[in-house]
């Protein structure tokens, strides 16, 4: 039975470069005419791509079974197509059992092994399904991540009086008992608890911090707000985090809702459980570039953060459908000023759900969008699933890959006396062993050509990605003249 009426926020939830010597300098001036400003060059992991594994309400069953073993099948192919890593859903046993997407968390330690909420399964299968999943990625070198989330329970198997009033708040998890844990829930581990639509404040008159960044990051998110001043919650969670991380041999982690937890206990949980030799990335879904800076100290830089102004970037230039100006690319979102901490992603399980309130798609020119994260020389780019598989685009995304893989090396150039309203230019230098490559993204209804002066001299370059026939030619300066279609992109790269 739902005891809770989760909120809608929630579940609905430079310089002069002297290009033709290729050395550029270190020095943010406006270029010359047809020069490039340095931006950076090629980070630790140029290779690296993420794929967010699943979507909002993904089928109970598909071809190859559950979800778990869809994936598992799928594991090949992802493999093969340049996917370095893959994000899977939430694991553990949501409030309705094997309907739940699994945010509405029950019980953290049941991965789909004991009858509980009316299944033994969770939404995407069993604990050996899961298992098994996770093998045939990790056999083919694609490391895993699981979505933690942390920031409170729900569907609680008895109510506690609390001032009079009966609320939802005892957790005994009867189908599991003290398998893996003896901790039991009660409404001395929570801040508070959400029930009809009204918040009921426990311990205390006080919530674990204040509102700031103007109210956008606040302590009670939905369900019973964990409280971690207290230490018997932080060492439950941070044990619970070991076991996990043990039990299913993870790589990494996607923590959920950081912006909505004790910032302490984030830390404290990742040096604890992350540690040094795995990866996380956090949910902090500011669209604002200062906030995540600010949050990203808070934390420590202990972890990465997605790119959310830089969604809504691409969303804009989707709204505006051949409108929008596309010198707003230049020097765009967190991978800008946090290149090394920014996950990078165009749309997820939250922006393409209809019902949710963080639905925001990015509709129009998705693979330009897509050809400016996996490209570019910043960031950790994360591919969503149901783009792959499901929007179509899952041929484009390989070929794209496969231009990571083999041309996005070395310095990396904005050209801001080329780009205008209707063309985006980038490009990236090479290195020994990697050619570089001239990327063009236009949102323009009509094809366009723009010269360039390129790192490339006395060279001659195709379009890797097939959209545009024939070849440009550079000269001793490394000036060409280039093209791209009519609402589409292009990839130019020196020929071998």
């Given at each position: ?168 708040t005892g957790f005994s998890f009867p189908g599991r008992g003290n398998t893996y844990s003896s901790f039991k829930w009660t409404s001395a581990n929570f801040n508070g608890v959400q029930q009809d639509n009204q918040w009921y404040k426990l311990n205390g008159p006080d919530w674990d911090f204040q509102p700031y960044y103007n109210g956008d990051a606040y302590d009670p998110l ?117 290149g090394d901490q920014a996950v990078s992603f165009v749309d997820n399980h939250d922006t393409d759900d209809k019902t949710g309130a963080l639905y925001s798609p990015v509709v129009n020119f998705k693979m330009l969008a897509y050809t400016y994260i996996l490209l570019r020389h910043r960031g950790y780019p994360c591919i969503y699933y149901r783009d792959f598989y499901e929007y ?105």
């Amino acid at each position: 039975m739902i005891r809770f009426h989760l909120p809608v926020s929630y579940l609905l939830i430079s310089g002069l470069i002297g290009l033709a010597a290729c050395q550029p300098v270190d020095v943010f001036r406006q270029p010359a005419p047809q020069a490039a400003a340095r931006v950076g060059v090629s980070n630790t992991n140029p290779d690296g791509v993420m794929m967010q594994g699943f979507y909002w309400n993904v089928p109970t069953r598909t071809s190859a079974g559950s979800w778990w073993q869809n994936l598992q099948a799928k594991s090949t192919e992802l493999a093969q197509s340049g996917i370095t890593a893959i994000w899977l859903p939430p694991v553990h046993k949501g409030g309705n059992g094997a309907s739940s997407v699994g945010y509405d968390v029950y019980d953290r330690y049941d991965l789909g092994e004991f009858n509980q909420k009316g299944s033994v399964a969770t939404r995407y299968g069993t604990l050996s399904q899961l298992q098994a999943a996770i093998s045939a990625f990790k056999s083919k070198g694609v490391k895993v991540y699981a979505d933690i989330i942390m920031n409170h329970q729900l569907f609680a198997d008895y109510q506690e009086n609390i001032n009079g009033k009966l609320l939802w708040t005892g957790f005994s998890f009867p189908g599991r008992g003290n398998t893996y844990s003896s901790f039991k829930w009660t409404s001395a581990n929570f801040n508070g608890v959400q029930q009809d639509n009204q918040w009921y404040k426990l311990n205390g008159p006080d919530w674990d911090f204040q509102p700031y960044y103007n109210g956008d990051a606040y302590d009670p998110l939905l369900g019973c707000e964990i409280k971690y001043t207290d230490r018997p919650q932080v060492e439950e969670l941070v044990s619970w985090g070991n076991w996990l991380t043990t039990k299913l041999n993870l790589d990494g982690y996607r923590l959920d809702a950081v912006k909505h937890i004790y910032t302490p206990f984030v830390n404290e949980w990742l040096d604890r459980v992350k540690g040094s030799s795995r990866f996380a990335v956090g949910e902090a879904w500011l669209n604002n570039i200062a906030n995540l800076q600010d949050y990203a100290a808070r934390t420590g830089n202990r972890m990465s953060l997605f790119d959310v102004p830089l969604h809504y970037t691409f969303k804009q230039m989707s709204d505006g459908n051949g409108a929008w100006d596309m010198r707003g690319l230049q020097f765009a979102g967190f991978i800008e000023s946090n290149g090394d901490q920014a996950v990078s992603f165009v749309d997820n399980h939250d922006t393409d759900d209809k019902t949710g309130a963080l639905y925001s798609p990015v509709v129009n020119f998705k693979m330009l969008a897509y050809t400016y994260i996996l490209l570019r020389h910043r960031g950790y780019p994360c591919i969503y699933y149901r783009d792959f598989y499901e929007y179509g685009l899952g041929s484009k995304l390989k070929k794209l890959i496969q231009i990571r893989r083999e041309n996005a090396y070395g310095a990396a150039y904005e050209y801001t006396t080329v780009n205008d309203a209707d063309v985006y230019v980038f490009s990236r230098a090479g290195d020994s062993t990697h050619k570089g490559l001239l990327l063009m993204l236009n949102d323009g209804r009509t094809g366009a050509t723009r010269t360039v002066r390129t790192p490339f001299v006395n060279a001659t370059l195709v379009d890797k990605t097939g959209n545009t026939s024939g070849t440009i030619k550079t000269d001793a300066n490394g000036n060409g003249v280039f093209k791209v279609n009519a609402r589409n992109y292009a990839v130019w790269v020196p020929k071998v």
